[in-house]
């Protein structure tokens, strides 16, 4: 274990909330990821499952590779870092096709859909991902994003918009002057150009689930990945449930010579939160890179943790 001297760990009050949303986001966990590791900052951090981007945009490293298999994610942030559009543009763009669609009824959602699968604008991208049903980014085996809409024509009233807006314009914020790369690759790729200062946050694919089409996470994947990570000489973390009431996961053991961490999670079913719906999770991290239990830092409003 190791006293905290470096860029990591560190207490997170204010969650930045990301423009994307994602299956298996992280945004309740990320006080959590940051105040577990212990990492000095000198190489860079490197995300090869990125999703929402939630980890990567409050941890916020100078330098970082943010990487998906899914091009879509990647074109979306790496448009925001070229600066191709600004927060502004978003709003504009938003309270537009926001007004055809309730003027449509919701019909227009279907419109915007094929579009999007046959020229992939990234703000396309982002309606279908705010007006789709429940966020999910599900592709048919074409590669085409097949997400039916979330029924609700009057999603885009000002408010919403305001909110999405002021998410891009908080991510490109960060964004700047960070020395940020984008790639759309597999895992492996991705690993091949780590170099020992380096820092690897790993949050694959739940095992099992196949939601999308640009990829499949298999016992395979999940086993070459262990494999993989744990020849590497640099520090890294792995996100991971493992357990709830009914389940616990076996996949764990997998991996050696880490310090296990663990969150309880709640998530909703109908309107009620409690232990029926608790999810414990783990954060893996390889040993030398966890901080010590005493010296976790917490933040100042623990119990009021904002999300922006
Ligand atoms: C659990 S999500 C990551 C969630 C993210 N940490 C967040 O908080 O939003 C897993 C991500 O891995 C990506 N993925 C799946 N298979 C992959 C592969 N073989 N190589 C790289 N990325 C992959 C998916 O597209 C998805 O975005």
Redesign the pocket.
């Known amino acids: 274990m190791t006293t905290p001297t470096g860029f990591l760990p560190k207490a997170i009050d204010k969650i930045v909330v ?1 423009p ?8 309740k ?2 006080p959590f990821i940051a105040s577990n590791i212990a990492w000095r900052g000198a190489g860079r951090w490197i ?9 990567l945009f409050n941890i916020q490293p100078q330098r970082a590779i943010a ?4 091009p879509h ?1 990647i074109a979306f942030y790496q448009a925001l870092y070229n600066c191709d559009f600004s927060a502004e543009d978003v709003r504009s763009f938003l309270t537009e096709e926001g007004e055809r669609l309730l003027e449509s009824g919701g019909a227009y959602y279907y419109e915007v859909r094929k579009r999007f699968n046959a020229e992939h604008n990234p703000l396309d991208f982002l309606f279908l991902n705010r007006a789709g049903f429940n966020g999910l ?1 599900r592709f048919n085996r074409k590669g085409e994003f097949n997400v039916p809409f979330c029924r609700k024509p009057e999603r885009f009233r000002q408010s919403y918009v305001t909110k999405i807006t002021n998410q891009v314009a908080r991510v490109q914020k960060i964004m700047r002057g960070k020395d940020w790369e984008f790639v759309v ?4 790729d ?1 690993l091949k150009s780590v170099g020992p200062d380096d820092f690897l ?1 790993l ?4 095992i099992g689930r196949h939601t ?1 089409y ?4 298999d016992e395979d ?1 999940a086993e070459a990945l262990a494999s993989v990570v744990q020849s590497l000489a640099c520090g890294y973390a792995l ?1 991971m449930w493992k357990e709830n009431k009914y389940r616990v996961n076996e996949h764990l053991s997998l991996w050696h010579g880490v310090e296990e961490r663990t969150f309880l999670h709640y998530y909703h079913i109908g309107s009620t939160e409690d232990l029926r719906n608790a999810m414990v999770e783990a954060l893996l991290i390889k040993r030398g890179y966890a901080v010590e239990p005493a010296l976790i830092p917490t933040p100042e409003r623990q119990l009021s943790l904002e999300f922006i």
């Open positions: 990301p994307i949303k994602s299956q298996g986001i992280k945004t966990l990320v995300e090869p499952f990125l999703g929402s981007g939630v980890v990487a998906d298999i899914n994610i980014i690759a597999d895992w492996r991705v946050y949050d694959p694919p739940y999308d640009f990829s499949r996470w994947e996100s």
